[in-house]
T-cell receptor, first 114, second 114 residues
Framework: GQQVMQIPQYQHVQEGEDFTTYCNSS?????IQWYKQRPGGHPVFLIQ?????EVKKQKRLTFQFGEAKKNSSLHITATQTTDVGTYFC??????????????FGRGTQLTVWP | KAGVTQTPRYLIKTRGQQVTLSCSPI?????VSWYQQTPGQGLQFLFE???????NKGNFPGRFSGRQFSNSRSEMNVSTLELGDSALYLC?????????????FGAGTRLSVL
């Protein structure tokens, strides 16, 4: 069935290093969203990508949506301790009985050492 | 505008009991989704309600049920609790059930089954 795979599951980096998490879907997505969950908190929306090949930036964060709309990535440049948390991608399909349902990846838990 | 409110925040139950969790969405939001979060399993989709109708359902046993009221508030019920039901249950609301809506999460209800 439809699922969104996300890797890696864990990432430990030294402060100042870069970080990337990847999402892949078995089917074409209508859009993809990214969320961040701080330790002890709840997921908070970061950004949404809709167009094939779309790239969006938020300060040190760069989000990409693949040309085939089946994969996406989040890249953080020069990580800071405030980046600690779990990053989830969530893809939404636009076909079939699961119209509009959001499929979450398992998340990448980022630890940043000072 | 008030955020998504989930009650109670914490629950301790014993095996075999049943539990009801409540979610009040952001004012004006008509879609409510429920997720189960356990370590290592990410966000597991339970169901989504829009205008009092269940639109999508995840792969959970029939012990998990939900409903949505005319004011968009939603409840989920778990009957005959099992140890494996211990988890953080998150509710998310969105304006509509359309393909491009953003999910706003509540703080969650942490359920412990003893």
């Amino acid at each position: 069935g439809q699922q969104v795979m996300q890797i890696p599951q864990y990432q430990h980096v030294q402060e100042g290093e870069d970080f990337t998490t990847y999402c892949n879907s078995s089917t074409t997505l209508s859009n993809i969203q990214w969320y961040k969950q701080r330790p002890g908190g709840h997921p908070v929306f970061l950004i949404q990508l809709v167009k094939s090949g779309e790239v969006k930036k938020q300060k040190r964060l760069t989000f990409q949506f693949g040309e085939a709309k089946k994969n996406s990535s989040l890249h953080i440049t020069a990580t800071q301790t405030t980046d600690v948390g779990t990053y989830f991608c969530a893809g939404r399909t636009d076909r079939g009985s699961t119209l509009g349902r959001l499929y979450f990846g398992r998340g990448t838990q980022l630890t940043v050492w000072p | 505008k008030a955020g998504v409110t989930q009650t109670p925040r914490y629950l301790i139950k014993t095996r075999g009991q049943q539990v009801t969790l409540s979610c009040s969405p952001i004012s004006g939001h008509r879609s409510v989704s429920w997720y189960q979060q356990t370590p290592g399993q990410g966000l597991q989709f339970l169901f989504e309600y829009f205008s009092e109708t269940q639109r999508n359902k995840g792969n959970f046993p029939g012990r998990f049920s939900g409903r949505q009221f005319s004011n968009s508030r939603s409840e989920m019920n778990v009957s005959t609790l099992e140890l494996g039901d211990s988890a953080l249950y998150l509710c998310a609301s969105s304006y509509t059930a359309a393909a491009k809506n953003i999910q706003y999460f509540g703080a969650g209800t942490r359920l412990s089954v003893l």
